[in-house]
């Protein structure tokens, strides 16, 4: 590889790697010879997902960890830089939608429980803000560094059903281009912070929306796929580039974007 794209030797921490997105991503850095500190609240998924690492040749750690639990992660944050010394790179992937969080097609919004908004709003916000927090200070303090956040379609424009989420999504794009600021204006141009705004990949999260049980797309699905240029979901894997680019030196003058990864849904009208 190019070294200019290269992150091998770095050392990474990588929020909600139990799941889908962060696993694939985390398999991409040990592949690419990055140190991976895998976080994830859930204790089975983050063994499988060291197990998995490691087999490959991976050097990767776990721990177990809540994004909304400044004090965990400043115990975790400890033990990487006791461990490996630095923290390089911060992969905020931790968050997502809940199921109680989608209004149903007939939903009123007014009728939504608070309690749910309040959920995905501060999983989504809170679980990119407080990591930033803490594993970002380790990146000040060296002055180099590289965040980056997840963002969404439904920053860009409204997507039906998904309001905490899409609220929360938005918030964390401006987050990305605050922080970016902050972190060149004080610490230097070492630390660079940028999002990654993935269209749409059928995962566990959204599958029920998007696919009938009998295999079909919903409609809601139609709608997404005549909004893409390409005309096509994403395969997850086809995120791990982007963000590689983001946190290598290619991307060194690179700070505040947020990248769409999304086939053209955010370039195309529909017309």
Not at 74 to 82: D, H, N, R, S
Not at 100 to 121: I, R
Not at 191 to 213: H, K, S, T, Y
Not at 259 to 270: M, T, Y
């Amino acid at each position: 590889m190019n070294e200019q794209f290269s992150i091998a030797g770095k050392v990474a921490v990588i929020t909600g790697a139990g799941g889908v997105l962060g696993g694939s991503i985390a398999k991409s850095f040990v592949k690419a010879g990055v140190k991976v500190a895998a976080l994830d609240i859930r204790q089975e998924p983050l063994d499988a997902r060291i197990k998995e690492l490691t087999a490959e040749g991976g050097e990767a750690i776990g721990f177990i960890g809540n994004v909304l639990d400044v004090e965990s992660l400043k115990k975790v944050a400890a033990q990487i830089v006791e461990k490996w010394g630095r923290i390089d790179i911060l992969l905020n992937i931790a968050g997502g939608n809940t199921p109680g969080g989608t209004l149903a097609p007939d939903a009123d919004f007014f009728d939504m429980p608070v309690a749910e908004w309040e959920k995905v709003t501060s999983l989504n916000l809170n679980g990119t803000v407080y990591p930033s927090m803490v594993f970002g200070k380790v990146m000040a303090q060296q002055r180099s560094g590289s965040i980056v956040n997840v963002s969404s379609m439904a920053a860009y424009s409204a997507l039906t059903r998904v309001p905490g989420y899409s609220a929360a999504k938005t918030a964390v794009s401006n987050f990305t281009q605050w922080l970016a600021s902050e972190m060149a204006l004080k610490y230097g141009e070492g630390v660079r912070v940028n999002a990654i705004a993935p269209g749409f990949f059928i995962g566990d999260q959204n599958r029920a929306v998007l696919i009938n049980p009998d295999g079909s797309l919903t409609e809601r699905s139609r709608k997404v796929l005549a909004k893409t240029p390409m005309k096509r979901f994403g395969d997850i894997t086809e995120l791990n580039g982007a963000v590689q680019f983001l946190c290598s030196p290619a991307a060194g003058f690179i700070t505040g974007v947020v990248l769409p990864v999304d086939g053209g849904f955010s370039a195309f009208s529909g017309v």
